[in-house]
């Protein structure tokens, strides 16, 4: 009863007064469940009244029932907790505790925090696994962000045929009308222009023959710029014009469009 009376004074504002009831259930409940729910109630209520502390060692005493439903929420909210407070260390260390529950609910926010925080210290390989364990949840809402943070990490570190093929697996997955689809549409388009580049480079490097080059040089400076390159853009064009025999080809493309 003193459970279901702290969860009302919760939910009407009563926060001081639910924490005192959440404390006298935790005293009083020897279930590890009940002990549990308490444990979480109690951290919540005190994470609102601004006492983060005793919200952690709230939220630790009911991660450590081993609760199947509450441990893995308390060490949840325990994350978050760390996150807001700016340190990566306690919650990457809650965050791993909510993937060894495996709970369906929390595992892909999990992984995907857990792949965030691996991509801000710079460990590529440890966040694309993790990106990858949430893709393989197939969850509606994180896989699709998932698809798209691992492969926009592939692409800029050059492995757009990959970053592609995950692409194209989200995308069949997702509703074709929602912002989701647009995000990864948009990158997948960001794929075909970085193979384009490569494409075109080969194409410049290969030969300056004069039915060819011209027409490659402007393809690459074109598509370089469309992705920001601009100062590469400006080497390319630079280069065909001090090509003695393209330099006029070259110079009415560069023009044509001015």
């Known amino acids: 009863m003193t459970l279901a009376q702290a969860h009302r004074m919760a939910e009407t504002g009563d926060l001081t007064g639910a924490a005192t009831l959440f404390t006298e259930a935790?005293?009083?409940s020897p279930a590890p469940a009940d002990r549990a729910q308490?444990?979480?109630?109690?951290?919540?209520?005190?994470?609102?009244?601004?006492?983060?502390?005793?919200?952690?060692?709230?939220?630790?005493?009911?991660i450590e029932t081993g609760d199947p439903e509450y441990a893995p929420r308390a060490a949840y909210h325990l994350a978050l907790s760390h996150e807001r407070a700016g340190e990566p260390g306690g919650a990457a260390e809650a965050w791993r505790i909510v993937v060894s529950?495996?709970?369906?609910?929390?595992?892909?926010a999990a992984c995907l925090a857990?792949?965030?925080l691996a991509d801000d210290t710079g460990d590529t390989e440890a966040a694309i696994s993790w990106w990858e364990r949430v893709i393989e949840t197939g969850d509606a809402e994180y896989a699709p962000v998932a698809?798209?943070?691992?492969?926009?990490?592939?692409?800029?570190?050059?492995?757009?045929?990959?970053?592609?093929?995950?692409?194209?697996?989200?995308?069949?997955?997702?509703?074709?009308?929602g912002y989701a689809y647009a995000r990864l549409a948009v990158l997948i388009?960001?794929?075909h222009l970085d193979?384009?580049?490569?494409?075109?480079?080969?194409?410049?490097e290969s030969t300056d023959a004069p039915d060819v080059a011209p027409l490659g040089i402007e393809l690459l400076a074109r598509t370089l710029s469309l992705r920001g390159r601009d100062?590469?853009?400006?080497?390319?064009?630079?280069?065909g014009l001090a090509t003695p025999h393209l330099h006029d080809q070259i110079t009415a493309r560069l023009h044509r469009d001015t």
């Open 26 to 28: 935790l005293a009083d």
């Open 38 to 62: 308490a444990a979480l109630g109690l951290a919540v209520v005190l994470d609102d009244l601004g006492d983060t502390e005793g919200a952690r060692r709230a939220d630790w005493t009911a």
């Open 101 to 108: 529950s495996e709970h369906p609910a929390y595992l892909p």
């Open 114 to 116: 857990l792949a965030q």
């Open 147 to 177: 698809a798209h943070d691992l492969a926009q990490r592939l692409l800029e570190d050059g492995r757009a045929s990959r970053a592609q093929r995950i692409l194209a697996d989200a995308l069949r997955a997702v509703d074709p009308g």
């Open 189 to 191: 388009g960001l794929t």
């Open 195 to 204: 193979q384009a580049i490569g494409a075109f480079t080969a194409a410049v």
């Open 231 to 239: 100062t590469e853009a400006d080497s390319v064009w630079r280069a």
